[in-house]
């Protein structure tokens, strides 16, 4: 029997169980009723396809086959119209008997989406192969984009803001620092240095090639993080 769990509008949940025959011959009522062919105008839809029966095969191998396309065809059938949803024979199909309340599964696994294969070629840099420092000293950051770590902690570098400042991540987070504070066990390579301009706005100001920003008496006053932004933009 398949396992269905069942909510509903209150947010209740339950468990029903219902073998591909109970399946069969309710789609076969629904056929009857609404179908295209033997319905009675104005109700008439098409109803979604249910898996076809198969007569030779492994049960276990079929029961499981099946699973997916069960779900589906569920999931679509009560998409349907309005006078199908208030069929009584669907109704019935989803109300939980009392044998249904009685039984406990043995064991349940949720559906999960295909996932992505991994190519064989691809290539995995191990972390011994990133660009990392280790920590010299405490650093605790002045402002949200400033990265804090303690000596000893492992820093992997993402890329280079200036001359004195890097960008790196830790377990916690992920911000600039001051270069002067770690030891450089592995450096970023030299052509890949992304300089993060929008970082190098809060820190090395005459270094930041931004321009057309809105400034009052001299850089006294500069815009806001979220007005750099949609300058920036």
Same mark, same amino acid.
């Given at each position: 029997?398949?396992?269905?769990?069942?909510?509903?509008?209150?947010?209740?949940?339950?468990?029903?169980?219902?073998?591909?025959?109970?399946?069969?011959?309710?789609?076969?009522?629904?056929?009857?009723?609404?179908?295209?062919?033997?319905?009675?105008?104005?109700?008439?839809?098409?109803?979604?396809?249910?898996?076809?029966?198969?007569?030779?095969?492994?049960?276990?191998?079929?029961?499981?086959?099946?699973?997916?396309?069960?779900?589906?065809?569920?999931?679509?059938?009560?998409?349907?119209?309005?006078?199908?949803?208030?069929?009584?024979?669907?109704? $019935?199909?989803?109300? @939980?008997?009392?044998?249904?309340?009685?039984?406990?599964?043995?064991?349940?696994?949720?559906?999960?989406?295909?996932?992505?294969?991994?190519?064989?070629? !691809? @290539?995995?840099?191990?972390?011994?192969?990133?660009?990392?420092?280790?920590?010299?000293?405490?650093?605790?950051?002045?402002?949200? @984009?400033?990265?804090?770590?303690?000596?000893?902690?492992?820093?992997?570098?993402?890329?280079?803001?200036?001359?004195?400042?890097?960008?790196? #991540?830790?377990?916690?987070?992920?911000?600039?620092?001051?270069?002067?504070?770690?030891?450089?066990?592995?450096?970023?390579? =030299? =052509?890949?240095?992304?300089?993060?301009? $929008?970082?190098?706005?809060?820190?090395?100001?005459?270094?930041? #090639?931004?321009?057309?920003?809105? $400034?009052?008496?001299?850089?006294?006053?500069?815009? !806001?993080?979220? =007005?750099?932004? @949609? $300058?920036?933009?």
């Amino acid at each position: 029997a398949f396992v269905i769990e069942v909510k509903t509008k209150g947010g209740c949940k339950y468990f029903i169980y219902r073998r591909y025959s109970q399946f069969f011959t309710l789609h076969a009522k629904l056929e009857d009723n609404y179908g295209p062919e033997k319905g009675m105008p104005p109700y008439i839809c098409t109803l979604p396809p249910l898996p076809a029966k198969i007569y030779v095969g492994n049960k276990k191998e079929i029961a499981e086959g099946r699973v997916s396309l069960l779900n589906a065809y569920m999931k679509a059938l009560l998409n349907s119209p309005v006078w199908i949803l208030l069929d009584e024979d669907l109704r $019935l199909f989803f109300y @939980q008997t009392a044998d249904d309340s009685r039984r406990i599964p043995r064991g349940l696994r949720r559906l999960r989406p295909h996932t992505r294969k991994i190519k064989k070629n !691809s @290539q995995h840099i191990s972390d011994m192969e990133r660009p990392r420092a280790e920590a010299l000293f405490d650093f605790r950051g002045n402002a949200d @984009q400033e990265l804090n770590f303690k000596c000893g902690d492992l820093i992997y570098l993402l890329s280079r803001v200036n001359k004195n400042w890097l960008e790196g #991540s830790t377990v916690d987070g992920v911000g600039i620092f001051p270069e002067s504070f770690v030891r450089i066990i592995k450096d970023l390579p =030299e =052509e890949k240095f992304p300089v993060s301009w $929008l970082r190098c706005y809060f820190h090395d100001y005459d270094v930041c #090639s931004i321009r057309d920003i809105p $400034l009052e008496e001299d850089v006294k006053k500069r815009p !806001s993080y979220n =007005e750099l932004l @949609q $300058l920036i933009r």
